[in-house]
T-cell receptor, first 110, second 114 residues
Framework: SQQGEEDPQALSIQEGENATMNCSYK?????LQWYRQNSGRGLVHLIL?????REKHSGRLRVTLDTSKKSSSLLITASRAADTASYFC??????????FGAGTRLTVKP | DSGVTQTPKHLITATGQRVTLRCSPR?????VYWYQQSLDQGLQFLIQ???????AKGNILERFSAQQFPDLHSELNLSSLELGDSALYFC?????????????FGSGTRLTVV
């Protein structure tokens, strides 16, 4: 069963703008991860944030985690056409495996 | 190249048939995870193996089975295939049994059942 749910399902922006994607989950977690998937390709790990962390940065990526609201956000600053992809959040479950949401499809127009 | 190798990349087969998908994890990784990605179901966790033993089970059908061999490569067997089994099947690996670090995904096997 799915654990995370991304919002919005699809997002279209112009190059140079910021893109924000949100993820909500249902049960308590140890960590939350964000992945990127180019069309039909494998997922690429972007960033992991642990449950005791509130914010994390990696290059143009900024992830926040609010465990009280069971939500996370991924911000991509100064977006580029190459950022066009689907973005997934994933959380660990009671089984210690990772469960993925349905993803946000981001389109960055040049 | 992520370091996780999946073969074959594409597979077309008829309903009722049986296929085997293969995954070689990244060097040093002990855990292998299988996921199914279809348009209407998203990315569904199927099963996890850690150092040869089944660690966790997700939405895996009884017609599907998997194993991890002593050299740590894994195979996913799909039998009595149905049209609805058409999907991308991904393998991922990680160093340990718990997802405290990111997964490394292979490029997937696209299965088409006709």
């Amino acid at each position: 069963s799915q654990q995370g749910e991304e919002d919005p399902q699809a997002l279209s922006i112009q190059e140079g703008e910021n893109a924000t994607m949100n993820c909500s989950y249902k049960t308590s977690i140890n960590n939350l991860q964000w992945y990127r998937q180019n069309s039909g390709r494998g997922l690429v790990h972007l960033i992991l944030i642990r449950s005791n962390e509130r914010e994390k940065h990696s290059g143009r990526l900024r992830v926040t985690l609010d465990t009280s609201k069971k939500s996370s956000s991924l911000l991509i600053t100064a977006s580029r056409a190459a950022d066009t992809a689907s973005y997934f959040c994933a959380t660990d479950s009671y089984n210690n495996d990772m469960r993925f949401g349905a993803g946000t499809r981001l389109t960055v127009k040049p | 190249d992520s370091g996780v190798t999946q073969t074959p990349k594409h597979l077309i087969t008829a309903t009722g048939q049986r296929v085997t998908l293969r995954c070689s994890p990244r060097s040093g990784d002990l855990s292998v995870y299988w996921y199914q990605q279809s348009l209407d179901q998203g990315l569904q966790f199927l099963i996890q193996y850690y150092n040869g033993e089944e660690r966790a089970k997700g939405n895996i059908l009884e017609r599907f089975s998997a194993q991890q061999f002593p050299d740590l490569h894994s195979e996913l067997n799909l039998s009595s295939l149905e049209l609805g089994d058409s999907a991308l099947y991904f393998c991922a690996s990680s160093a340990q049994g718990a997802p405290n670090y990111g997964y490394t995904f292979g490029s997937g096997t696209r299965l088409t059942v006709v």
